[in-house]
């Protein structure tokens, strides 16, 4: 084979495969705005199976979108039992095996959750898209989606999305090597047309208070010092898409929350300054693809949290510092 | 992660320790030095008086060079002298007629997460001083560090991070990580130098 | 000394040479007096970086500890040959089992601070004298399940700390007594992180029900207060 054929052979591959790339990355972009819509505004209920590391829950899901609103009810159907409500007036997350019932009542607090989209992103210059095929998941084909970073940063997923609806049926986020770090399958799904009011009754906790007292806005004397915390290194490609002092269930003095995105993944940087009386100790969690790192800084309680690498969260963690 | 870190920490440390039992002395000192900060923090959680604590710390050391015969390197060296630290400890509060604390002290924890806002109440005066001026010229000197330098110092030092981690985080070659840090810690020595002399 | 001899005693500070090159440098740094000074600036560099307390600092600990040891009488001295058992054997023997029974007091400390919380709780929120005595563990065995415990492999893959949380959990879940406030349950850290994940599902990762299945997974660490 000439020289020049060669050449004209490798300039031929090397157009269809970019072309490939780029008619993946408009038809799964077309697939994630189908998921986020299906997943936001569809009737439907279902069980489906959380596989986090060598755990496993079996899961209920009951979500409805009507004139009330979008409301979800999750729950444990087996294994210790753990329930979350969510509507768009609260969130209430029960978890007795860990002594905890967590409520966020805030219309003000969630609605400001939308600032910015928080739909996948095939934006992203940090990964690669592609479709993989299709699936048969609970009775329904799908179809795969691929999305594969291009450092070590972040995670890769795999997500099967119902074909006619997008809705995700299957999810895998795998680590550079291609390992699952966790994986969440359908085995069950039913699209009613209205799903039962009773299922997201939360009268037994109506009595309660929100977690920080019901204020809507935080007001104490913590809140000076929060903005001088300033972010040192970020994985490239994160930015920050919101950086606002917020009510958080758990605490009782105010919490700033910094988001970072890069268009995949998330991650949450929360700073907060303990109330006198109040003890917190360092730790390091990982559940999945979820890792999360806490310390106490200059008499500050700083924590990383999100679906990226644990070396991911302890960079940004190192650089977390406090202006003078 | 910490976790790599304290796998390959067995090595120098087991190697330190076949010299200690050879007779070359001075190999202890090089372990006393490593883990001495380790050692009179959890002390400290047990025993309030820094005094004391620098005591009871001496003598653990002191128990676990003369123990040395029994150490097979089952476990870490670090986990057998916290050990013998907390039992040492443990030992001297009964002594002196004081109620044992109430709640256990994970090893892990104590090595990487103490909490150390009660002993910087309890130090004193004079140690204060010396330590809290060689904390800020190590402060200063990481501000004025590079990036790069004070990133990999700083997960090396604070956050335990191997190497290979330290590697993938900043996303370049371990050998790249091993001169970065070098690099770092003799700016920084520089700068501390006439503070120690 | 160049800057490569150096750089590898920082990456022996570390462990972080290979086998070979560990034991060719401890030898190094046990014949060289200037090695040992600037590892022990390194030493004390991790120290003033990690905010150690003042007292670990101090600058001549070490020559006190040697200065003991080369006091010991010959016996004890490991240039004779010591190979004999000694006391500090059967200290750090005594400390195993010793943290393995504070460790065990400690869970059930923790569940009894809980408790007590939890009922304490109830009382203040309701403003009503509630005559609610803490559940003996032998009547929270009497609950019945409320869910199939058997599914999913979770017991067996479970760490044997988590194996003792059970006796707690019956006594407190929604169905067996009345729900209790937020902010006032589990650890401060447990809440705090509870709280953050929540937080981060809602208003940080991505629209799908992959975040809150997210918090259902997570193991939360249970632990004792302070």
């Known amino acids: ?324 | 992660m910490s976790k790599g870190h304290e796998n390959t920490a067995r090595s120098s440390d087991e190697e330190l320790i076949k010299r200690v039992k050879a007779g070359e002395r001075q190999a202890f000192d090089i372990l006393v030095g490593k883990y001495q900060s380790k050692i009179i923090t959890l002390v400290s959680r047990y025993v309030k008086d820094p005094h004391q604590a620098l005591d009871v710390s001496q003598e653990a050391f002191v128990k676990a060079y003369k123990g040395l015969a029994t150490f097979r390197g089952d476990s870490a060296f670090y986990t057998w002298l916290y050990r013998i630290a907390i039992n040492t400890a443990k030992n001297h509060l009964v002594a002196e007629g004081r109620r044992q604390p109430d709640s256990a002290i994970d090893v892990q924890d104590a090595e990487q997460y103490a909490d150390y806002h009660e002993l910087k109440d309890t130090a004193t005066p004079e140690s204060m001083l010396l330590s809290e001026e060689i904390k800020l010229t190590v402060s200063s000197a990481i501000k004025h560090l590079p990036e790069d330098l004070k990133i990999a110092i700083t997960l090396r030092e604070l956050e335990g991070l191997t190497y290979e981690a330290i590697a993938e985080a900043m996303d370049c070659p371990i050998g790249t990580v091993r001169s970065r840090i070098f690099r770092a810690r003799e700016a920084i020595g520089k700068v501390l130098a006439p503070l120690l002399n | ?226």
Request: charged share 25%; hydrophobic share 40%; aromatic share 6%.
């Open chain 1, 1 to 324: 084979m000439s020289r020049v054929l060669l050449v004209l052979l490798l300039l031929l591959v090397a157009t269809q495969s970019y072309s490939a790339v780029a008619d993946d990355r408009e038809a799964v972009s077309r697939l994630l705005e189908k998921m986020a819509s299906a997943s936001q505004s569809l009737n439907y209920t279902g069980t489906f199976t959380f596989v986090n590391g060598d755990k496993s829950w079996t899961m209920q899901i009951v979500h409805g979108f009507d004139k009330q609103g979008e409301r979800e009810y999750l729950s444990t159907i087996a294994g210790e039992l753990r329930k979350v409500y969510r509507d768009d007036h609260s969130l209430i997350s029960v978890i007795p095996d860990k002594e905890l019932l967590l409520v966020e009542k805030s219309a003000t607090e969630r609605s400001a959750a939308d600032v910015f989209d928080r739909q996948f992103s095939t934006q992203s210059d940090y990964y690669d898209y592609y479709l993989d095929g299709v699936e048969d998941i609970a009775g329904y084909t799908c179809q795969v989606v691929s999305i594969v970073p291009r450092d070590s940063h972040r995670f890769g997923y795999r997500l099967c999305l119902e074909a006619e609806t997008g809705l995700l049926l299957k999810s895998q986020v795998v680590d550079k090597a291609g390992q699952p770090k966790e994986q969440l399958i359908f085995n069950r799904l039913e699209l009613p047309e209205k799903t039962p009011d009773i299922h997201f009754s939360t009268a037994e906790y109506d009595w309660l208070p929100d977690a920080a007292g019901g204020a809507g806005e935080p007001a104490d004397n913590t809140l000076d010092l929060l903005p001088r915390w300033q972010l040192g290194w970020l994985p490239p490609g994160f930015e920050v898409k919101q950086d606002k002092t917020r009510v958080v269930a758990g605490s009782r003095s105010a919490v700033r929350h910094i988001v970072l995105d890069d268009g995949v993944a998330a991650i949450s940087v929360f700073i907060k300054q303990p109330l006198n009386g109040e003890r917190y100790h360092a730790s390091r969690e990982h559940s999945g693809a979820l890792n999360t790192l806490m310390s106490i800084k200059q008499g500050f309680v700083l924590a990383v949290i999100g679906e990226v690498p644990d070396t991911t969260i302890t960079a940004i963690h190192a650089g977390l510092k406090l202006a003078p």
């Open chain 3, 1 to 226: 000394m160049g800057n490569s001899y150096q750089e590898r005693l920082s990456a022996w500070a570390d462990d972080e040479l290979g086998g070979f090159e560990t034991r060719r440098m401890t030898d190094e740094v046990l014949k060289s007096e200037a090695l040992r000074s600037r590892l022990k600036h390194y030493q004390l560099i991790g120290s003033a970086i990690r905010d150690e307390p003042a007292v670990a600092l101090d600058q001549s600990f070490s020559d006190r500890v040697m200065a003991e040891i080369a006091a010991l009488p010959e016996e004890e001295q490991w240039d004779l040959g010591m190979e004999t058992e000694v006391s500090a054997t059967d200290d750090s023997r005594r400390g195993v089992s010793w943290l393995k029974v504070l460790a065990g007091g400690a869970i059930a400390a923790s569940v009894a601070l809980i408790s007590l919380t939890v009922l304490k709780s109830i009382h203040s929120l309701s403003g009503v004298e509630q005559p609610l005595a803490p559940q003996p563990v032998a009547d929270v065995t009497d609950i019945k399940p409320l869910h199939d415990n058997t599914v999913a492999g979770t017991v067996a893959s479970m760490p044997p700390s988590d194996l003792a949380k059970p006796v707690s959990s019956p006594s407190i879940a929604p169905q067996a007594v009345k729900p209790i406030p937020p902010a006032m349950q589990g650890s401060a850290n447990a809440r705090l992180l509870g709280g953050y994940l929540a937080t981060h599902a809602e208003h940080a990762a991505r629209r799908t029900m992959l975040p809150r299945a997210r918090i259902m997974g997570f193991d939360i660490p249970v632990d004792e207060e302070p």
